[in-house]
């Protein structure tokens, strides 16, 4: 922390921390529709979070060095909802999504990132499917499912548009920030009480995605974990 605070940062960030806490609170509805075949549910919510731990990398004549840290404000709240259609006795499809705001209120450790986006909370979430289970002899029945989701921009770390000064010149934490992606699954197949036989395919439009960004400017960089690349296969399940 001598080279941060040397370099003029503003960090104030030991190897002490606080436990988490929370409070939440919600309201909403749900119901159905057309003798059951329709069901949905919309609420919103407001989340205040104290002392939320977030974990920090840097760098010295030690090495590198992860401590957790504490922003001691946080408030998040959004609106979710999800319905679901049987659409006939054999095909069912639904929706989801949220969407979601964040700012920090207070942040002792990083001063100037009072304002920011929450870390590691997308703007929204949704997701799309659809399901087809029908029967094609009375011991056996034909499977197919699709599930699309798409992850609105999201934030890996307090400090986002803000630069701070490192050994490596400003740090750029704007790179610490995930785009919207998209992925698709399928699996399809045939299946009965006891086995089944599927061939499935995981990410099939070939996004290019980061599951997660650890931002470390000061150490002259991020530690990137790219997202799960296609995946097509097939599976022999049995049960007993």
Known sequence: MFINDALGTDIAISDNFAKETSSAFEAGLKGNAFQGRVNYELAGYFTDVDDMQF???????????????????????????SASWQVTDWFKTWANGSFIESEIKENAARPDTVGNKSPATPKFNVNLGGQVTYPVRNWLELFLRADAQIVGPTWFHTVQENTQPSLFGPGDFSRTRRDTYATLNLRGGVQNDIWSLMVFADNLNKSDY??????????????VNPGPLRRIGVELSYRY
């Open 55 to 81: 974990f920090e990398f840097f760098v010295g004549p030690f090495g590198l060095l992860r401590v957790v840290s504490n922003i001691d404000d946080v408030n998040i709240y959004g609106i979710e909802a």
């Open 210 to 223: 980061v599951e997660e960004v650890i931002g470390a400017p000061e150490f002259g960089g991020s530690f």
